[in-house]
C-alpha cells in the first residue's frame, strides 16, 4: 500500500550530527509514522513516533534526536544530534497507517522501509 525509502545513514564521529530521510509512495498527512532501531543480536525498538503533530520518544534519545516531516515531500526525518556509539544501528523508517495514536511498538506498525545504518565509532 505504501512503499518506502530511507536515506540519511553513514558514519559519524560521537558527538556528531546526522539527519535520515524517509520518502513515501503516497500522501502522508494522515499517518501515524516512525522511527526503528536494531543492533545486531539486540532487539528492535522504537525510537521516534510522530502522529498528528504529536511525538514521542525513546528515552535514551530524548534531547538528542528529533522526528518530523513534510508532508508536501511525502517525507518522515529523524534530526540526530549528539550521536553516541550506542546509537549504531540499522534505522528503519515505519508507517502505522490511518492512526492518530503516536506508537513505538513495532509489531503496531504495517510497512517498513529497508532501512540505512548509523555507525558512530567509540
Known amino acids: 500500500q505504501v512503499q518506502l525509502e530511507e536515506s540519511g545513514g553513514g558514519s559519524v564521529q560521537a558527538g556528531g550530527s546526522l539527519r535520515l530521510s524517509c520518502v513515501a509512495s503516497t500522501y502522508i498527512d494522515y499517518f501515524s509514522m516512525g522511527w526503528f532501531r536494531q543492533a545486531p543480536g539486540k532487539e528492535r525498538e522504537g525510537v521516534a513516533g510522530?502522529?498528528?503533530?504529536?511525538?514521542r520518544y525513546l528515552d535514551s534519545v530524548k534531547g538528542r534526536f528529533t522526528i518530523s516531516k513534510d508532508n508536501e515531500k511525502k517525507t518522515l526525518y529523524l534530526q540526530m544530534n549528539s550521536l553516541k556509539p550506542e546509537d549504531t544501528a540499522m534505522y528503519y523508517c515505519a508507517v502505522k497507517a490511518w492512526s492518530t495514536i503516536v506508537s513505538l511498538s513495532a509489531d503496531e506498525y504495517v510497512h517498513w522501509g529497508q532501512g540505512t545504518q548509523v555507525t558512530v565509532p567509540s
Open positions: 510522530i502522529a498528528d503533530g504529536n511525538t
